[in-house]
């Protein structure tokens, strides 16, 4: 038997429809909660739990541990709109048999529900292409210093190059020396391009900043701060 778990009954409709497209004369059950998911599982063989990360005021996370911790064999299939990186890393934690976005293609749930069956992992291609990305980004940041950081975060408040200066009380031949330097590390041609790419990984630059803020820390003290500090305000 398969199990559905979502809070949202058009979710379960939907899903159930694609899943009867390829196994016709599947048994299906349906669960809107983790505790309805719970009698399920006591009641029935459950082959395979598709389930959904955010479930109101709950979250799947905490029924795959109850599955595991019950000793159930059930391979488990989240189907979910969060592509938050934390949520699938937490999930790959917990050794879920596939991970794919709710806007996926219907080919793409179909495929993964295969692979699946053949005792594989499969997680959305986009999402791991969203990951590889991060990682990339997160590396050119790294080689960044905390002034360049600095820098980086006024760029995509917009600021001046004289802005910029005043702000960090630097030359602006000193500000231009950063900018080119913060171009050439992070491979990329213009200002506007160094704005994007910030307000575009501000989960990433703000832990480079709390890296540097924290270096900063331990070289001078822990009275002494660059303007990473403040910087970091910027993103919040």
């Known amino acids: 038997m398969i199990l559905i778990l979502d809070d949202h009954p058009l979710a379960r409709a939907g899903l159930a429809s694609v899943i009867r497209m390829y196994r016709p004369e599947e048994d299906m059950a349906q669960a809107g909660c983790v505790r309805e998911a719970m009698e399920q599982m006591d009641t029935a063989a459950v082959e395979l739990a598709f389930v959904d990360v955010n479930l109101g005021k709950e979250n799947g996370f905490s029924f795959v541990e109850w599955l595991r911790e019950r000793g159930f064999d059930t391979k488990v299939f989240f189907i979910t709109s969060s592509s938050r990186e934390s949520d699938f890393l937490a999930a790959r934690e917990l050794g879920v048999n596939a991970y794919v976005l709710k806007d996926a293609f219907l080919d793409e749930i179909l495929y993964g529900l295969r692979v699946v069956e053949r005792g594989g992992t499969f ?17 050119k ?5 905390a002034r360049e950081l600095d820098v980086l975060i006024l760029l995509s408040q917009a600021y001046s190059n004289g802005k910029i200066s005043e702000a960090l009380y630097i030359s602006e031949a000193t500000t231009k020396k950063h900018i080119t330097s913060i171009l050439g590390k992070l491979g990329l041609e213009s200002r506007m391009e160094a704005m994007l790419f910030a307000n575009n990984n501000r989960t990433i630059t703000r832990a480079a900043i709390s890296r540097a803020v924290k270096k900063d820390r331990r070289e001078d003290g ?3 701060l660059t303007a990473c500090g403040a910087a970091a305000n910027c993103l919040r």
């Open 123 to 139: 997680y959305s291609p986009t999402l791991v292409e969203q990951m590889n990305r991060n990682r990339e980004d997160e590396r």
């Open 141 to 145: 940041l790294e080689k960044l210093t």
């Open 222 to 224: 822990p009275c002494e």
